[in-house]
C-alpha cells in the first residue's frame, strides 16, 4: 500500500534542484551585462565629474535642458582629444610640443613622470606596432611546466645583446589568474615559445577562468581531474 505522504515528498527536492539550477543560470546571464553596465556607467560618471567641471557653463546641456545627462563629459572629452590630436599633426602643433618636452625636460622630478607616461602611452596606443597580438605557451616557472603567455614585442636594445642567446628573443607577458592585467615579463628564446591558434580573447578567456572554458566554448571536464 502506498504511503500518503510518499508522493508528496519526493518532488520537493527535485524542484528545489530545478529553481537552483535556474537561479544560477540566471546569474551566469544577469552578471556579465550588469557588470558591464555598472562599469560603463561608472567610467561615465568618473569622466564626467572631471570633464564637466573645467566645462563654461554656457555650453553645457544641463543650463538648457534643465537635466544632468551621464556622458556628456565623455563626449566633450572625445571631441577635445580629436582636436588635440588634429593641432599635434600640423606643424604648429609639433613645434610646440617640442618646446613643452623641451621645458619638461629642465625639471628633475616631472620629467620622469612624463617620460614614463610617454613611454607607456606610445607602446599601448601606437599604431605601428599591434601589442599582444599572439597567444603562446611557454615553460614557466620552470621546465615541465606550462603556461599561457602573449607575446608583445622582440626584445631590442640591451636587453637582446646581453643576453646568452645565439637566436631571436622574444618578451612575452605571463599574466596571472584570475587578473590578467597583472602578470610577469619574461624573456624567451624564440624556440622555446609555442604559438597558438587561439585569439587573444580565447586566451584571456581561459586565464580568466582558471582553465574552466577553452576555446569553442568547451568547457573542463572535472571528471578527468585529480
Not at 74 to 98: E, H, N
Not at 164 to 176: K, N
Not at 180 to 206: H, N, W
Amino acid at each position: 500500500m502506498t504511503e500518503p505522504f510518499q508522493d508528496f515528498n519526493h518532488p520537493k527536492p527535485r524542484l528545489l534542484a530545478r529553481l537552483r539550477s535556474s537561479f544560477l543560470t540566471g546569474l551566469v546571464v544577469i552578471l556579465p551585462v550588469g557588470l558591464t553596465i555598472w562599469l560603463i556607467w561608472t567610467l561615465f560618471g568618473w569622466v564626467d565629474g572631471f570633464v564637466l567641471p573645467l566645462v563654461p557653463d554656457s555650453v553645457q546641456p544641463e543650463k538648457y535642458i534643465g537635466i544632468n545627462l551621464r556622458g556628456v563629459g565623455v563626449i566633450f572629452f572625445l571631441l577635445f582629444t580629436i582636436f588635440i590630436g588634429w593641432i599635434a599633426k600640423g606643424l604648429l602643433g609639433r613645434s610646440m610640443i617640442r618646446w613643452g618636452e623641451n621645458l619638461v625636460g629642465r625639471m628633475p622630478v616631472v620629467r620622469s613622470i612624463y617620460s614614463g607616461v610617454k613611454q607607456i602611452a606610445e607602446t599601448v596606443f601606437a599604431q605601428t606596432e599591434r601589442s599582444f597580438e599572439t597567444p603562446c605557451l611557454v615553460q614557466y616557472p620552470r621546465k615541465g611546466i606550462w603556461a599561457i603567455g602573449f607575446i608583445s614585442t622582440k626584445a631590442k636594445g640591451e636587453i637582446a645583446e646581453r643576453a646568452e642567446t645565439s637566436g631571436e628573443l622574444l618578451s612575452v607577458f605571463v599574466p596571472t589568474t584570475p587578473n590578467p592585467t597583472s602578470g610577469f615579463l619574461l624573456f624567451f628564446p624564440r624556440e622555446d615559445v609555442i604559438d597558438l591558434d587561439m585569439s587573444v580573447e580565447e586566451a584571456a578567456k581561459l586565464v580568466i577562468s582558471a582553465g574552466l572554458v577553452y576555446p569553442n566554448g568547451d568547457k573542463a571536464d572535472h571528471a578527468d581531474v585529480g
